[in-house]
């Protein structure tokens, strides 16, 4: 038996067989919309006959230099055979003509990018027998028309222009204002002179075989799988250039046929808000594209059931029948032919993040899908985009209804984002910096040499480039909204304006763009910052904490952040830097002087000042953390980094010297050369502890084997200040964390000294502490050695950030701004290392250090405390690692208890 | 039966019983120099009959509070009866007294620091009858002042000081000038006052009892062991405190009862040369003390066989009977008492690098010992030995002679030093950098701020401190001769000057040391740069290289290293550092240029003009290395490197400003901004390259993906000088490194780039280079994915120096001047992990990446290129590891020959 190339709408049973019953599978062969039309048939929901060309045939004709696989020509007479014999119609008869639309459909949407004919079997023949089954002469020729000038411009490659130009001409002759205006005669007409069109462009007549017609459309709609347009989308979007596309063959039906047709699209619940009640339009005697292109006012869905009353019944009936059977909240487009309800499409339906978390709980409520099936359909990015400021939906709505849209491009970086163009980075940069303006800037693609300008921007906007563009790359990296590949946009550096389909936009006008829509603006939309609390979100993330296993912490340096990461859901603090409370204007004179003295009895006193400070924060931590842990970070910095910087004071120098010239006094003089002295002094200690790669400098455990003094201050302020809170009735669990520990016998060393100083204090203050030590694993070897460093550890967690930086070998201060970018662009890096977890490299050393720490200390507590905590791939990651926690800001707690259900669930599915 | 404490010394074999065979465990329990004593009585070698009290003993008196472990004493007794049966002399006999010594004798030699009794038995009963025997008046009283003197001060605990005034007293009144002129009279006397000191100082009478005696100087000896003077030196020589020492009682004989009597001291063969002829003194009529101090004359041991032929036949005999037995050079002190001779003692003789060379090989040729014992017995550090510069022999005799020796300390660094004392490290400083003196640091102690003090010095002398001491790891880590804890020198700094046993040294006066040997000279020695090609060494190399099975390569950037190394034994270059062609002064100007450009037409045209110079380099290197393979790493560091500082610029800068303030004309003025303008350009490009973190920053790989013409340049510049030089007839073997790899698509991207160049110049020049494309592991990062990295790599080679650095996360620029020093010093970590690979860590990394890269690529070829390649503990790793080769510096080539062999034989020996 031959291939089977061709199915029948009502034959994907037998897809699923060849394909082995996967769904994706079968859309991958009858492609997002065939599969779809399929599905629906076999579910008795009514789609006009049909059938569809696999995928795979496409491919074969491509692959074999443009010839039709073996047999598919003879399975799409067959087809056609049977569709006639359903519609009781004939393709090609004159008193009866079946027309077909002949429709690419691949397995993931491609809006635009591929062609489509309609109205295939129309010819100077069946045109009059369609007059006469539809007493209506207008629509027909308007529509024979649409099929000679679509398959001119598409199958045999007839400039569009030159069909548009005719029409204009028509007009002008006719003294025709708007299409609409023709009548069936000029319809008849302008037809005619299109064939002649055709004829002088191509030597070739218009074909009037509804077979060639149909072999010639089917052809095209192959071969526009490798359009230019196609091409650079797929490029743009990342998706696989050999998946081919399917062609539908389906019988056409009208909406326009009189009043008692109509046509609309609608969802089955509110794209906006989530709410269960249909959402639509219709237009009554219209064809679909008249709904959709807003020239004419549609209905809203619910008048449908006034108008149409039966048809309505059942366009309920079967929305929802659809959405049962999907179980998701569809988008369908729909069609009443002489009050018969047509389905022409279905498909899951887009929604904002706020809508898709109310739908996903509503349906678990109505035993629709699981809560588990709710928790994994809402994305850590839907989760994300609670966080971010969107713009103000009436203000968008507004902007859209007075055409102030003007364009689309990839939706590259979420968030909203307004401003004043800017052309250029010096410009942006120069705009937002010096004279505070909000900027977007825009360039046709952006480089290296852009990120100064794009850092200080609002927004980032360019007319060429894809999603792993550089310009996308470095918005997703700084959190800016973009839009790329914005191709309506032309540029002109030399006049610093753009135009935008006609729009004239100059450089310092305001614009907005939408880099979670890919939206482009002409004017200052409103933005709002969305009420994170939102009670939906609320109970899906408690939801989700049925499901995960690993703890939420955050990382908080303050009362207020431990409270409002408590507030979000935080489990305890895993990362509070104390270095944070040094930088305050009280305290740090008092740091500076511990630095500056050589004398150990000057440090004392200093480290003495600061001990009050630093307790007082541990008394507003404790308590609101009331009941949970506290990890404390003793000091981590180099110490030069609470002095001025050298060149700075280099700088300040040359011009005390400078001045010092033009001392006019001897007074002036005199406090001019105190002031170089006092400079001078700092400058030499800056010197002295200057180091080339202070990275990998005297920090950390370092510091405090250094200067012993100043760690057990901080523990010292630690417990003093546990004591006082728990006399108080807090229930209070501090735990000290090491930092930049290599080898065990740091740890062995400070462990043993900070200990002492608490014990000392507990007894001072005559009260048990339940307490823990622990370490970080930042460099290689602390994760190579952990089972010896789980000897002094009661717990460990990872600071991937510096791990990754000793692991790749690579400073990240200077790599994101440098040739880390440049790495991503070229695909040397697919992700950016400092954002998701290094699985080969970082993620292996991590393993080692969890299996070797719990094969000493089996119940040793294990946690990451990294920027990596709040990524959703790297927590999926920690999941897997058997972790107990992951600590990141306050703000990303919400995505993080998400991600950690998500990552529960994908490992119970296993 | 009682446990036995006490073993004559003809009872080893129960010894050996006891402790099961092992000679280690025997020396444990009798001590050193009891265990020969005992072996040269096995062996039938005269020894003066004795007995051997244990450790164990020791230990449990020691313990117990001072108590004689049970039976022990009662087994002393039964010794002394078993050698009085032996001798025929009976202790505390009046007609024929047996006289014994006391002496202490531990496992490890601690010279000097114990206790020793010597005439035991001795008394007013006993010295009459040794008259008797002796018809010697004078010697038997000048011996019973010595034993009451000696028991007075050791046993008793009389300051010595007491017994020398006595003496002076003696000699002032019957004005005598030395010692040598009292007579029997005069001694007879002074013992008399001897014993009314120790009366008055103790309240005790010195004892007449021998038994009593014994008694208390074996307790004296016990307690020795835990002298100050015993514990400091084994607390500064890391030697455990519980290992106790052993006792031994000799049968006293004299070398002094006439002129059939001699005593004297003799090595087995050379110890300066290795030559095989036995060297020795030894003086008739004569005292063992006598022939050490140097007071008189002592003869050549050669004139011994015309002074007493049939002793020294005798001698000869047994000195070469012992030298087999022991297969090894022989260090012994012998007595001829009345014509009989008595062995006292045998160790291993101390001998120089050279000698020892020489030792080995010719016993291996003797057929004395293997080839593969003649091997492991040099010590990587003998052969480092050759290539330090070391004292002129005669220089050194001749200071002895005149007594410029002026005091020991510990050898902890080798090499010799000389230079004007400088008693801080400012001074030291700037004497040698400012004013180009030549210096030794002398300090009590030093401190991490010495560090720039000890570095500009030629060598470091302190007084006090060990071998783990600040002092000693920095001079180590630095390779700066030093000798410590030199408790002898009092150092008075508000004087500026030390004392050394009276001598007094000012600042600024010359002194020389001798790391090796630890001796200290008031006077500027003579020192040479010994021979490295000695002959008896490279044939011990040949016999290594015999062993080893790593091969041995070197790191060399020009063809004059190459050659050196080469003619050490070097089977290939490991590394040559391109980036160190760029240095030369023709050659920085375009390199400059490149780097300060923007043009890409002007960095190429930069680049084709150093193409020529790097194409020469490598024309030398090939040739020096015909048949040989050479691996170039290209371009390492980041740019910024060939630039000026930027705090040198700003420094500049100032200057500049300051002098446009007093510019005298126009003229001078613009030439002044127009400086400013030049140097401002090259601060902004310094500052555009500056990143926070260099070590991690843009360099290495990076680099080349960065900037690809400059490594294509490279690789050009390898490929064309290739293929010149293989036209010529040369055997070449290029292979092209990429550094600092941490991604396998890094090595894909730049191996593709790189690979299409040299194949175009292979085309080009019309001729085919067997050549080699591979990585370093220098991040752990690549170790880690070392397996997806051999996909692309035909070898890996390990930069161990900045492997430890990453996977520590130190910056050794940083941390070996500063926290580092400190670590070693606390014991944080035992060893500089910059100067022997961490085995947990690093080497751990090493591990898993050779095991990953043969998973994947069994033949892979794998090196090390790091500075830890030239170091024995590493090397050892290394031929663990299953390296192919070792790549180190040309002078470390010998070592590192020797160093691979004795891991190879370790291996086989398992």
């Known amino acids: 038996m031959d291939r089977k190339w061709v199915y029948f709408f009502n034959e994907i049973s037998e897809v699923e067989k060849y394909v082995k019953g996967k769904w994706d599978d079968v859309k991958g062969m009858l492609g997002g919309k065939g599969a779809n039309l399929a599905e629906m048939t076999r579910i008795g929901v009514p789609v006009p006959p049909g059938f569809t060309i696999t995928s795979e045939a496409c491919n074969t004709?491509?692959?074999?230099?443009?010839?039709?696989?073996?047999?598919?020509?003879?399975?799409v007479l067959k087809g056609i055979k049977g569709i006639e014999d359903k519609s009781g119609k004939k393709f090609g008869d004159p008193e009866n003509p079946l027309l077909v639309s002949c429709r690419s459909g691949a397995k993931f949407s491609m809006p635009g990018m591929m062609d489509?004919?309609?109205?295939?079997?129309?010819?100077d023949k069946t045109a009059p027998g369609m007059v006469k089954l539809t007493s209506n002469e207008r629509f027909v020729y308007d529509s024979y028309r649409r099929l000679v000038q679509m398959f001119g411009n598409v199958v045999m490659g007839v400039p569009d222009e030159l069909f548009e130009e005719k029409i204009n001409e028509f007009r002008i002759k006719t003294g025709t204002k708007i299409d609409a205006d023709f009548n069936a005669k000029n319809w008849k007409d302008i037809t005619k002179e299109f064939k002649t069109i055709i004829q002088i462009q191509t030597g070739s007549d218009f074909p009037m075989d509804p077979y060639k017609q149909l072999k010639m459309a089917t052809e095209a709609v192959f071969k526009s799988w490798n359009g230019k347009r196609a091409v650079d989308y797929r490029n743009a979007a990342s998706i696989s250039h050999n998946l081919g596309t399917a062609v539908n063959i389906v019988t056409m039906v009208f909406g326009n046929l009189g009043n008692d047709c109509a046509t609309g699209v609608a969802l089955s619940r509110n794209g906006s808000t989530g709410e269960n009640r249909i959402e639509g339009d219709y237009l009554i005697n219209a064809q679909g594209e008249d709904v959709v292109a807003g020239t004419r006012q549609t209905n809203d869905i619910s008048k449908l059931k006034e108008d149409m009353p039966e048809a309505y019944a059942d366009f309920d009936k079967i929305i929802h029948k659809l959405e049962k059977h999907y179980k998701e909240m569809q988008d369908v487009e729909f069609t009443i032919e002489n009050k018969k309800l047509w389905m022409l499409q279905t498909r899951d339906g887009k929604r904002t993040a706020r809508a898709a978390v109310r739908i996903a709980i509503e349906m678990a409520e109505e035993g629709l899908i699981s809560k588990e099936e709710a928790v994994l359909r809402i994305t850590p990015d839907n989760v994300d985009s609670f966080l971010h400021p969107q713009f103000d939906s009436n203000s968008k709505a507004e902007a859209k209804a007075t055409g102030s849209m003007i364009a689309m491009g990839l939706n590259v970086s979420p968030g909203a984002g307004v401003g004043v163009v800017a052309f250029d980075a010096d410009l942006a940069e120069s705009w937002a910096k010096k004279d505070g303006r909000q900027v977007i800037m825009v360039r046709p693609e952006t480089k290296p040499d852009d990120i100064h300008g794009m850092l200080a921007a609002n927004g980032i906007l360019t007319s060429r480039g894809g999603r792993t563009s550089h310009a996308a790359l470095v918005a997703r990296q700084f959190g800016k909204p973009a839009v790329v590949g914005v191709t309506d946009i032309k540029i002109d550096l030399n006049k610093r304006q753009m135009s935008i389909n006609g729009d004239i936009i100059k450089e310092g006008d305001w614009i907005s763009i939408d880099g979670s829509a890919g939206e482009v603006y002409n004017c200052k939309l409103k933005t709002n910052i969305p009420d994170f609390m939102d009670t939906w979100l609320i109970k899906l993330l408690s939801w989700a904490d049925e499901f995960r296993r690993l703890g939420i912490w955050t990382n908080a340096d303050t009362p207020e952040d431990a409270k409002r990461a408590r507030s979000y859901g935080a489990e305890g603090i895993g990362l509070c830097r104390t270095e944070h409370m040094f930088f305050e204007p009280k305290r740090l004179p008092f740091l500076n002087k511990m630095i500056m003295t050589d004398l150990a009895v000057e440090r004392r006193d200093a480290l003495d000042a600061l001990l009050p400070f630093q307790r007082d924060d541990f008394i507003g931590l404790f308590k609101s953390m009331n009941?949970?842990?506290?990890?404390?970070?003793?000091?981590?910095?180099?110490?030069?980094?609470?002095?001025?910087?050298?060149?700075?004071?280099?700088?300040?120098?040359?011009?005390?010297?400078?001045?010092?010239?033009?001392?006019v006094s001897l007074q002036d003089f005199d406090t001019i050369l105190q002031q170089i002295k006092n400079k001078e002094k700092i400058l030499a200690r800056v010197d002295k502890l200057h180091e080339s790669n202070p990275m990998l400098g005297l920090r950390?455990?370092?510091l405090g084997i250094q200067i012993p003094e100043l760690t057990t201050m901080q523990v010292r302020a630690v417990f003093e200040a546990a004591c006082i809170v728990k006399k108080e009735g807090v229930d209070v669990h501090p735990e000290i964390m090491i930092p930049l520990t290599s080898h065990f016998n740091e740890l062995k060393t400070q462990r043993k000294a900070l200990e002492t100083e608490a014990k000392k204090v507990m007894k001072e203050q005559g009260i048990e502490i339940d307490y823990k030590f622990g370490t970080m694993i930042e460099v290689p070897r602390a994760a190579l050695t952990a089972d010896q460093l789980a000897e002094y550890a009661s717990f460990i967690s990872f600071g991937t950030n510096d791990l990754t930086q000793t692991t790749f070998g690579i400073s990240r201060d200077d790599a994101e701004s440098g040739f880390l970018i440049n790495y991503l662009t070229k695909n040397i890096l697919t992700e950016n290392p400092f954002a998701t977890i290094d699985i080969d490299g970082v993620g292996k050393l991590m393993e080692i250090a969890v299996k070797k720490a719990k094969k000493v200390k089996p119940d040793i507590e294990c946690g990451i405390c990294g920027e990596h905590a709040g990524d959703p791939k790297s927590i999926e990651f920690?999941?897997?690692?058997?972790?107990?926690?992951?600590?990141?800001?306050?703000?990303?707690?919400?995505?993080?208890?998400l991600a950690a259900a998500h990552a529960a669930l994908k490992d119970k599915k296993g």
């Open 61 to 75: 004709y491509l692959s074999s230099g443009e010839d039709f696989p073996d047999g598919m020509w003879e399975q």
């Open 627 to 663: 009941g949970l842990p506290v990890i404390t970070r003793l000091i981590d910095p180099p110490l030069h980094e609470f002095l001025p910087n050298n060149v700075d004071l280099l700088h300040d120098l040359t011009d005390l010297k400078i001045k010092l010239q033009h001392a």
């Open 116 to 123: 489509t004919v309609l109205d295939i079997g129309l010819n």
């Open 700 to 702: 950390g455990v370092r």
């Open 878 to 897: 920690c999941h897997y690692l058997g972790l107990d926690y992951v600590s990141c800001s306050p703000f990303r707690i919400p995505v993080a208890r």
